[in-house]
């Protein structure tokens, strides 16, 4: 199973911190697309200014590959402590 | 070398105690904490919240960490975070330098929490009276870190 996680204040826009996919899409971007396509509000912060998302704990480009238990999380710009 | 993120309150008194037993090398010990505002820019801050990605946020803070170490002379370093809900008057972050001279103490220190500022992995969000605000750095979080490049 494959984790999703939102960040600051992307959780709140989703409603959701972690949710789990069973089947996830092959990559990132398609994920955002899935993610997009199921709540456009949530599509919209995730394609905002300098979101990143990472894989594994590791910020990734947009194709990046996902498997199905990867971890991936969205990252609005970082506040910094 | 230690980083520590966490939710669980710290005494900074205790941290720069223990920091500083036992060291002979060093000539000196610079540390720094910061505190949780009761006020940002004259609105109140009832309660505030630092959002963390544990796995993500210390190895960021640890390669700052590494940076601090080759840029300056320094024996140890030692940073220790907070995230969570966090009361106003408490500590979020302490951050302590030991080195031969003053110098490279303050330098570090100084560098580090320039860094944690701006590019540390935290989310803040601020509780008010007018509500619930996610916070980015100010302007002059970024000119104090680019003081540095």
């Not at chain 2, 330098?97 to 803040?124: I, Q, V």
């Amino acid at each position: 199973m494959a984790k999703v996680l939102m960040l600051g204040r992307l959780r709140d826009v989703a409603g959701w911190r972690e949710r789990t996919l069973d089947h996830p899409p092959a990559t990132l971007s398609a994920l955002r697309a899935l993610l997009t396509e199921e709540d456009p509000a949530l599509g919209e912060a995730l394609n905002g200014k300098g979101v990143q998302a990472a894989v594994n704990k590791a910020v990734s480009r947009e194709d990046t590959a996902i498997g199905p238990n990867d971890e991936i999380a969205f990252l609005p710009p970082m506040s910094g402590g | 070398m230690t980083v520590r993120v966490q939710t669980e309150p710290f005494d900074a008194g205790v941290l720069l105690s223990a920091f500083s037993a036992g060291r002979k090398q060093s000539g000196g010990i610079v540390s720094f904490t910061g505190l949780a505002r009761e006020a940002t820019d004259s609105k109140a801050v009832a309660s505030l919240e630092l959002d963390a990605y544990p796995g993500f946020t210390e190895p960021a803070i640890a390669a700052m960490e590494t940076e601090a170490r080759e840029r300056f002379d320094v024996h140890d370093l030692l940073i220790v975070h907070r995230y969570g809900p966090i009361a106003p008057g408490e500590a979020i972050v302490f951050v302590a330098a030991a080195a031969e001279h003053r110098r490279s103490a303050f330098e570090a220190a100084d560098f580090l929490m320039d860094y944690l500022k701006t590019r540390a992995p935290f989310w803040k969000k601020e509780t008010g009276p007018d509500g619930e605000r996610w916070i980015e750095p100010r302007p002059s979080d970024y000119d104090d870190v680019n003081r540095w490049s």
